[in-house]
């Protein structure tokens, strides 16, 4: 403990950032620039970047308005590939992929500062979310579901910080789906390495990312408050992933990597009631 203590201060003497938001944006998203403003205006002052691999003058216009620097890659359109590139392009020894479609509250960066200094063995920083539904009729804000109440469920043992670092403690909180909300986390790069987002899928891989590191050295340091809104609307990645059957597939694979048959299909038969949530 007392070595990842030193590595955390001679970390914060240099002059590169502490913590870096690396936005990662697709096409014309309408939500990205409230995503930009809200990483800028934290309570406490952070790194912001974007990356894209669909540049667009729409994309230059608000990177330019808001001052950060936009970093564009190569190749076709790909979630591991853009999400390796932001992650490797941020400064940071503490990096968060942020999703342009939601907003974070403006003391995630406070929150995630003071874990860090508390436990700067810290592999993986969490907090709970809201969500924000976009019909037809506008945007409701909903701070409870039933897919919400269960996360929170099986993110209980996290709350154990002296057990945060425990390897089934961990595990705990993916075995039964992903409980940890894939924007609302940031790796600490001195403990995740320079490779990351390994995983074969293209929906769950952010599932398949968590199980991997919940089973090397550090802590999972969860903060039950919600420091993050998680906007569900038609256009979202998610709800794509529902209707071509990725989601289903790729979820399906990764209860198969921890549970015999039998159980993957009772909790598959729970979890794609969970889909309507995104209805």
Sequence with gaps: MENAKNNAKSY??????????????????????????????????????????????????????????????DGGSNIREDWLFAYNRAEGELVTIAHQDDVYRSDY??????????????????????????????TKTECFNTVWLVKKILRLPLRFK??????????????FGNALCCPACTYQKKMTGEEMFGSKYEFALDWDNLYELAGRSGRFICVEKPLIAY?????A????CIEDNRRTRDEMAMFEKMWPSWMVKVLMHFYVKAYDEYE
């Excluded at 936005?23 to 990205?32: G, M, N």
């Excluded at 330019?64 to 564009?72: N, S």
């Design 109 to 138: 960066t406070k929150e995630l500062l003071k874990a860090y200094q508390k436990y700067p063995d810290m592999t993986v920083f969490v907090s709970d979310y809201m969500t924000l539904k976009v019909t037809e009729k506008g």
């Design 12 to 73: 914060v003497d240099k002059a590169r950032p502490v913590h870096t938001f690396a936005v990662c944006a697709y096409k014309d998203s309408p939500y990205l620039e409230a995503c930009i403003r809200s990483l800028k205006e934290q309570q406490v002052k952070t790194d912001v970047i974007c990356c894209t691999s669909t540049p667009s003058p729409y994309i230059e216009k608000i990177t330019g308005k808001y001052e950060i620097p936009l970093y564009v890659r």
């Design 162 to 175: 002296f057990l945060s670092g425990v390897r089934p403690v961990k595990r705990s909180s993916v075995i």
């Design 237 to 240: 990645t998610t709800k794509a």
């Design 231 to 235: 906007r569900v609307h038609e256009g």
